[in-house]
C-alpha cells in the first residue's frame, strides 16, 4: 500500500510529519512523492492564523475531490486545524476517513497504519495533550534536501495575547538531549549538512541551549547548525558567545519581535519593552557587523496608532535586520486580543506595504556588504546554494557559476547583490 503527504504550515509541523510517515514506512506502507493512485494521503494542517486555516480546509476540499474521482482511496487529516475545531472537521467533511490531532506523532502513525489495514472508516485518535516528552521513533524524511529540522522542544508557555499555540501544542516540553544527539547522529549518518534546530521558543530549552550547541558541535564531520525562533527577552551572553565561538554553528540569529512599541508589547503580553530591545540589538550588532539578524513583526495589532507604526519602521532603520518578514494581525477565538478591535485592514496592508518596501532596500544595502568577498557555500542544486545568511525556504539563495556536487560545501568569490539573493563563481572546493 502506498502512502503520500501534504505537510502545511511550520517546521515543526514538518518533523511531525515525518515521524507519522516513519510510523507508516515502518508498518510496511511505500511512500510516494504523487498523490495519484495512493492508498492514503496524510494532509498535516495548520490552524495558526486565518490565511493558515484557508489554506488547510483548500486542501481538503482538493484531496475530496480526488478522492471522488478515484483518483486516491483514504484521507487523513491530522495537526492543528483538528486539534482546534474537531468536532466541526468530523461533522462537515464525511468523506475524511481519519482524524487526528496533535501531540503524539508516532502514535498517531500507529494509529493510521492500523486503520489503513484494518480498513477502518471514520476513525478519530485524540488525546489529552502531554506534560512531558513523549515523542520517540523512526522519522521518514519526504524532502530532497541536504538540511533536516530538529525539534528541540514541543508546546509554549509564552501564552502571548494573540496566539493559539498553547492550546493547540500544550505546555513547553524539552526533548531531552541525550534524544536529540542521537537523532543528530542518524540525521548526519544519512548525508544531512545543516542541522536546523526549532521549536516555539528555544531559549526556554532544558538543560540549557548553549549546552546543546556545545555538545552537537562535538560531533564529527563537516555540517551547520542554525538555530530558529529565540525570544528577545531570553537571549543570554552565554548564548550570544556560543553562538560566536562555534564554528559549526551559523552565525544567525533568528528573533522574532512583533513589534517596538512598548505599549503594544505589553498589550500583545510580550515581556519585553522597547528600550530592551534596542539594547538587544544594538549590543548584538556591536558584536559583529556580519552575524545576520532575522526577525518576524506584526502590523496592525489592536492599538498599533500612527505613531507607534512609525516608532516601528525608526527601529527596522536603526536595526538594519538582513532579514525580516511580517504578517497581519489576525484575531483567533479563544485568544486574549480576540475582543479587541483591530487596525482597518487596509491600514494594515498599507503599513505592511511600506514596511516591506523600506526593509527591501535595508536588505539589499546589507548584501552589497559581501560583494568582492568569499563565502562558505552549501550546494542545493547545480548552480544554487546558501550561505550561512540564509535559512532554507524563508530566506534567499546564491546563484554561482562553476561546477560543484550538491551536497558538498564551496568558497564563492560574491560578484553581485540583489534585494535578497547573491550571485557569485565557485573559487575552490574545500
Keep these: 500500500m502506498r502512502v503520500s503527504v501534504v505537510s502545511l504550515g511550520c517546521p515543526k509541523n514538518e518533523v511531525d510529519t515525518e515521524l507519522v510517515l516513519g510510523k507508516l514506512v515502518e508498518g510496511g506502507m511505500v511512500f510516494s512523492r504523487r498523490l495519484e493512485g ?7 494542517t495548520c490552524a495558526f ?3 493558515a486555516i484557508e489554506e488547510s480546509l483548500s486542501w481538503i476540499s482538493r484531496l475530496i475531490s480526488l478522492k471522488r474521482r478515484g483518483v486516491i482511496r483514504r484521507i487523513a487529516v491530522i495537526g492543528c486545524l483538528f486539534q482546534r475545531y474537531k468536532e466541526t472537521l468530523f461533522r462537515c467533511f464525511e468523506e475524511i476517513d481519519y482524524f487526528a490531532g496533535t501531540g503524539y506523532p508516532q502514535e498517531v502513525g500507529d494509529f493510521l497504519l492500523s486503520c489503513v489495514k484494518s480498513g477502518a472508516k471514520r476513525k478519530v485518535f485524540l488525546k489529552s495533550l502531554p506534560n512531558s516528552w513523549v515523542e520517540k521513533g523512526p522519522r521518514f524524511p519526504f524532502k530532497n534536501a541536504f538540511y533536516s529540522y530538529i525539534k528541540i522542544a514541543e508546546g509554549c508557555n509564552n501564552r502571548c495575547a494573540y496566539c493559539v499555540i498553547p492550546s493547540l501544542r500544550g505546555p513547553y516540553r524539552s526533548k531531552p538531549l541525550d534524544m536529540i544527539l542521537e537523532e543528530a547522529e542518524n540525521l548526519l549518518k544519512s548525508g544531512i549538512k545543516e542541522l536546523i534546530l526549532i521549536s516555539q521558543d528555544n531559549t526556554l530549552y532544558s538543560p540549557s541551549l548553549p549546552l546543546l550547541l556545545r555538545k552537537l558541535s562535538e560531533l564529527s564531520g563537516d555540517f551547520w547548525i542554525r538555530v530558529l525562533y529565540l525570544y528577545p527577552a531570553r537571549i543570554t551572553a552565554d548564548l550570544l558567545e556560543t553562538i560566536l565561538a562555534l564554528e559549526k554553528v551559523c552565525s544567525y540569529l533568528d528573533i522574532p519581535v512583533q513589534h517596538v512599541n512598548s505599549r503594544i508589547l505589553s498589550l500583545m503580553k510580550r515581556r519585553y519593552t522597547s528600550r530592551e530591545l534596542h ?5 548584538i550588532r556591536a558584536l559583529s557587523e556580519d552575524i545576520c539578524l532575522r526577525t518576524t513583526v506584526m502590523l496592525g495589532f489592536p492599538g498599533e496608532s500612527r505613531e507607534a507604526f512609525k516608532e516601528l519602521l525608526s527601529f527596522v532603520s536603526d536595526v538594519r535586520f538582513d532579514r525580516l518578514g511580517s504578517f497581519i494581525y489576525s484575531p483567533q477565538e479563544g485568544t486574549d486580543s480576540f475582543c479587541m478591535k483591530p487596525v482597518p485592514l487596509r491600514v494594515a496592508r498599507r503599513r505592511r506595504d511600506v514596511l516591506m518596501k523600506l ?18 557555500v552549501l550546494v542545493e542544486r547545480p548552480g544554487v546554494g546558501r550561505s550561512y545568511r540564509d535559512a532554507p525556504e524563508i530566506d534567499g539563495v546564491i546563484y554561482f557559476e562553476g561546477e560543484a556536487k550538491p551536497g558538498s560545501f564551496i568558497n564563492v568569490k560574491i560578484q553581485k547583490a540583489g534585494d535578497y539573493d547573491l550571485w557569485g563563481a565557485v573559487e575552490g572546493r574545500e
Design 38 to 44: 495512493v492508498d492514503l494521503v496524510v494532509l498535516n
Design 49 to 51: 492564523i486565518d490565511s
Design 279 to 283: 539594547f538587544l540589538f544594538g549590543g
Design 359 to 376: 526593509q527591501r532596500a535595508i536588505s539589499r544595502r546589507r548584501n552589497e556588504l559581501f560583494v568582492e568577498k568569499t563565502m562558505r
